[in-house]
């Protein structure tokens, strides 16, 4: 069956950087969309950010310019690497696919931010 799993969460100061990773099986990868969601206490869940198989990359826009996602096909991995983190990043970041017209989520990595 379709496995993400996370990690790399964790505290870090505002202005700080941290790097997630999502372990990923079960699927096709290299042929795969793949991608990284958040949600904050109280709020939706959102997309943060998306690469697809031939590599483009789309994000939202509170973190474009800071945020980097990247995928490794020869290890069925992907990343975020996020920079200048804010508060208002403070999230579970949810590692995403989608496989046979299904998506599929991680079971979430905590990123706290705070001085």
């Known amino acids: 069956q379709v496995q993400l799993v996370e990690s790399g969460g964790g505290l870090v100061q505002p202005g700080g950087s941290l790097r997630l990773s999502c372990a990923a099986s079960g699927i096709i990868f290299s042929g795969a969309i793949m991608g990284w969601y958040r949600q904050a206490p109280g709020k939706q869940r959102e997309l943060v950010a998306i690469i697809t198989s031939g590599g483009t990359t789309r994000y939202e826009d509170s973190v474009k310019g800071r945020f980097t996602i990247s995928r490794d096909n020869a290890k069925n991995m992907v990343y975020l690497q996020m920079n200048d983190v804010k508060p208002e990043d403070a999230a579970v970041y949810y590692c995403?696919?989608?496989?046979?017209?299904?998506?599929?989520w991680g079971q979430g990595t905590q990123v706290t931010v705070s001085s």
């Open positions: 995403y696919t989608n496989s046979v017209f299904r998506d599929y």
